[in-house]
Structure formats: C-alpha cells, structure tokens
C-alpha cells in the first residue's frame, strides 16, 4: 500500500529579501503620487502609514500638486516648514504633513462645530495650526509690552523662535501647548504656560524642504514659461491667419476702393476673424463677391453727391451736414470718400437700389451703432466706436446755413427753431417717420417747418424791435439787435415766431432790466417807465 502523503500547503511562505507590495507602492509609486492620492494610499494600512516619508508627503505637495488646485496646499506647507526652519514649532511627521495639505476645516478638536470651521483653507502662518479663526482667538493669550508686563514675558517676547503675533503695542502668544490626535505634539513649542524646551531644527528636514521648495518653483516657472511660449505661438499663429485672411480679402475685392476694411465686409468677417480656421477660400470669396457688388453700387450711385439740389433746402442741409466740420466726429468720417466707409449694409442696399436721400438720411440720423457682443474681434472693435449717425449734424447744419456770419445772433433762432420743429412739432406726425422709417419727405418737412419757424420769428423780432426803439427812443434796428441777442433764455426763447408766451408787455419790461445799469431795476411804476401805453397795447 502506497504511503499516504501529507496535505499540501495552503501558501508558499515568503522568502527572505522579497519585495512586498508596500515596497513597491511606496518605493516606485508614491513619489509621483499628488498630496491628495497619497493621502488615500496611505491611509489603506498601518504598514503603509510606517513607511511614510517627509520625502514622500514634500514631493508629493511640492512637486506633484497641480497649480489650480494645490496652491492652498502648497502654501500650508510652506508655513509650516518656514516655521519649522526657526525653531518656532514642534517637528511636523510626515502624516501631520500629509493631513495639513489634505486638510478640509478647523483640526482643533473636539471636532470644530464652529459656523468658520469649513472656511479654513491653509494653516495660520504665526502658529502652524490648521485652526478657524475662533479657536486662534481662543487658543491665543494677549499681552501687553508694558514695562510691568515685559518683567515677566520679556525673555519669551524677545525670543526669536517664539511663536507670537504683534498688533500695536500689544503681542499674543499661544496659551498652552497642544497635540493632535494621534498624540503628535504640534503648534508652538513655546506656549503662554510652557518655555521652550530646547530643541532644534533638524537640518537634514529642513535642507530637503529647501531643495524640493525650489526644484517645485523652477518646474513651476518652467511650465508657466512654456505655456507662455504656447500661447505666443498660437497668437502668432492666428494673427498670421487674420493677417492671411485680409490679403485673400484684398486680393478678391480688386479694384474697388474701400471695401477692404468697410463696415458691412467687416461684420460679416467677424466671425472668421474669431475662427480663422474655418476662413474657407469659398466663404471669403462669397461674402467679398457680395459686400463688393452692393459697395460699388452704391458708390456710383452716390458719387461726390452732385447730385443734391442746393436750392433745395433740405438737400442744401444734407450737403452742409456731410462737409461741415463737427465736434467730435471729424468731416473725413461723412466726406465721400469714407461715407460708405463706415456705412451699415442697409445703407449701402438703399443706395444701390436708387433710394440716394433715404440712404443719406439713415447714415446722418439713426444708422444702428456696431453690436456689442460677448467675443468680437480687433477688426470690428478699431469701427465700433466710429460715428455712426449724427442727428447734431443736421441741427448744425441748419443753424449754419439759416444764421449766417456775420448776423451771429440769428443762429439763436436757428437752434430754437429746429429743436421746437423736431423736439416739439406743432404735427408730432412729421418727426416719426424721420425717426422711424428715415424719410427724407420727412426731413424735408421737418426743415420747411423750422424754417417756418425761423422766418416768423426773424419778422417778429423786427417788429417788436420797432416797437422798442419807438418806446425808449433807439436808433433805429436797437430793438431788434437786442432780441436776437437775447433771444435764448434759460426758461425758452421769448420771440413769439418760435411758440414763446411772452408779451409785449413783459419784453420791454426785460430790455429795461438790462439797460438799467449796473445792478440795476427798474420796475412798472417807477417814473424811469413811463409806459402810457402799457394796459392795453400787450
């Protein structure tokens, strides 16, 4: 009978000098780990919590933190380790390190119930606790650097590796000293109720902590310099696109002078400019073909605008607001040369069409202002702030050719007239259109009115002026001198052409407040106004 055999083995036992997956996590894995997977690998046994390293949790904040997410925990340890430099504070293990970087609310204990306790993102940097701001009141004493005071605190104030934060003449120390959970003794080693117990640095820590400080410093100034490079290089390179887009557009629009760079090319460019590798040839090609075509239409429909009627009056306004000088738009922005310039495809599409005056009066009045809009590129911000319309311009334009140099006072009655005309027509009718549907039968009414308005007002001030220099004595055309030189005050002009309520009556009432001399008044009944006429003749 065979010879029974004894049972196998349940397991092999390890031989000596084997590697352990302890040796092999912590020796080959670990130091590429960031500061929060280490926290998580280490706290999987104790075998892995003993062969923890300060090299270990300093390379893995220092050199494997990202820079969005790691910058808190970066600066923790850095407090932390700058104290330890000095002597201020108790040896920090590398699982205190770890959990300091790893920390999430006040580590004070009890766990902190304090409302602050979840607001705590790195350790203070006078005590090297990761602690919320009432339990730093708390755990702090305050004492005053008075004579009497600094008999007794004088040698621990005085102390450079004492933890102390100064405020005024006053200095808080921490109360008593602390430990952790674990029973790790952490904070300052001189306390309010303790000395220092002599201890020192350890260097070999402290020149690690320096060498991996810096080598994380240099890799992080060598990413930002390549991120850096990156991004000069992409600008670059889309500004050679742009550039190459603008060439291509140069090139297609050919001969026709000013639509490279005009407001209606510009805003259909703008997308690509935003995206020049979605700049096609074809889609340059049909948005040049189609700016192009309504660009030189309208070009040689409106010339140099010879064709404005200056015995027309509302054409003779269109003329001078498109050559006058103005402030703040300068003339080249409506001479025409640039009037298509910065004109919007509406405009241009009028003007092809044959709609000349229509087209004028959008451009002048209320052409719609360049969009904002959340990304828009250099090309279409460099017009946006462009004149767009200038309503001003026809009042201006109105007042310079109703009062005329050298009769500067009648450019008084001209702005008086035009605003009553637009901004309080006796036929709100007339403004609409020109406000809406930029009518230039509009305009024209609007202009016939104001000069309506200017017309009646010029024949009342002759006639009260006659009136005047009859009743005080005046060469003849005093009167009227003084009206249109008076003629805009504050409360509205009181020429009666121009919708005013004053009387008569009360006119030569004002002419003799002003001539009275120097502060003075003369008032109805004074013997100095001997109005016989006064009662009945307003």
């Avoid at 934060?165 to 808080?172: A, E, G, Q, V, Y």
């Avoid at 103005?326 to 599409?349: C, K, M, N, Q």
Wanted: aromatic share 6%; charged share 25%.
């Amino acid at each position: 009978m065979a010879e029974k055999q004894p049972p196998a083995a349940a397991g092999t036992k390890k031989s000596k000098g084997a590697l352990t997956n302890e040796d092999v996590l912590m020796t080959h894995v670990a130091p590429c780990l960031s500061y929060m997977d280490l926290f998580s690998l280490v706290k999987t046994t104790k075998e892995m919590r003993s062969r923890l390293t300060h090299e270990h949790s300093l390379t893995a904040v220092l050199l494997n933190a990202d820079d969005k997410f790691g910058k808190n925990a970066k600066a923790t340890i850095r407090n932390v380790m700058d104290l330890y430099e000095k002597g201020k504070i108790h040896k920090p293990s590398p699982m205190r390190l770890l959990r300091l970087a790893n920390g999430k609310r006040c580590e004070m204990g009890p766990p902190c119930d304090t409302p602050e306790a979840r607001k705590v993102v790195k350790t203070r940097p006078d005590w090297g606790l990761f602690c919320c701001w009432p339990h730093t009141v708390g755990g702090s004493a305050e004492i005053s650097l008075s004579k009497k005071s600094l008999k007794t605190w004088g040698a621990t104030v005085g102390d450079p590796r004492t933890c102390q934060h100064s405020m005024s003449n006053k200095t808080f120390l921490w109360k008593k000293p602390m430990t952790a959970a674990d029973g790790e003794k952490i904070g300052p080693i001189t306390t309010a109720t303790s000395p220092h117990d002599g201890s020192t640095p350890d260097p070999t820590l402290v020149q690690l902590f320096q060498r991996l400080d810096r080598e994380g410093r240099e890799r992080m100034s060598a990413a930002a310099a390549v991120k850096a490079d990156a991004r000069q290089k992409k600008k670059a390179s889309k500004d050679q696109k742009i550039a190459a887009i603008d060439a291509t557009v140069k090139r297609l629009a050919g001969e026709v002078q000013g639509v490279a760079g005009c407001r209606a090319l510009v805003e259909q460019l703008d997308p690509l400019y935003l995206a020049p590798s979605k700049a096609s040839p074809a889609k340059l090609r049909a948005i040049v073909d189609d700016v192009r075509d309504a660009y030189a239409a309208a070009d040689a429909a409106l010339g140099d605008f010879s064709f404005l009627d200056e015995s027309n009056l509302r054409d003779a306004v269109l003329k001078k607001a498109l050559t006058m000088r103005g402030y703040p738009e300068p003339v080249a922005e409506f001479a025409p040369a640039d009037f298509l310039r910065y004109a919007s495809r509406e405009v241009l599409d009028l003007a092809a069409a044959g709609r000349l005056r229509e087209a004028m009066v959008l451009r002048l009045y209320n052409q719609p202002v360049v969009c904002d809009a959340r990304r828009m590129s250099r090309q279409l911000a460099s017009i946006k702030y462009t004149r767009r319309a200038s309503p001003k311009r026809l009042k201006q334009a109105f007042i310079e050719l109703m009062g005329r140099p050298p009769a500067d006072d009648r450019r008084n009655i001209a702005q008086g007239a035009w605003q009553h005309a637009v901004e309080a027509p006796a036929e709100p009718a007339l403004v609409d259109p020109l406000v809406r549907a930029n009518s230039p039968e509009a305009l024209e009414a609007v202009v016939n009115a104001a000069r309506d308005m200017y017309d009646r007002a010029l024949a009342d001030a002759r006639e009260l002026g006659q009136r005047i220099d009859a009743a005080r004595n005046l060469d003849a055309g005093a009167g009227e001198a003084f009206l249109l030189k008076y003629s805009h005050l504050r409360y509205g002009f009181f020429v009666s052409g121009i919708g005013s309520d004053w009387t008569y009556a009360r006119i030569l009432e004002y002419y003799d407040q002003q001539n009275a001399g120097p502060g003075g008044q003369i008032s109805r009944g004074s013997a100095a106004s001997p109005l016989g006429f006064w009662a009945g003749d307003a």
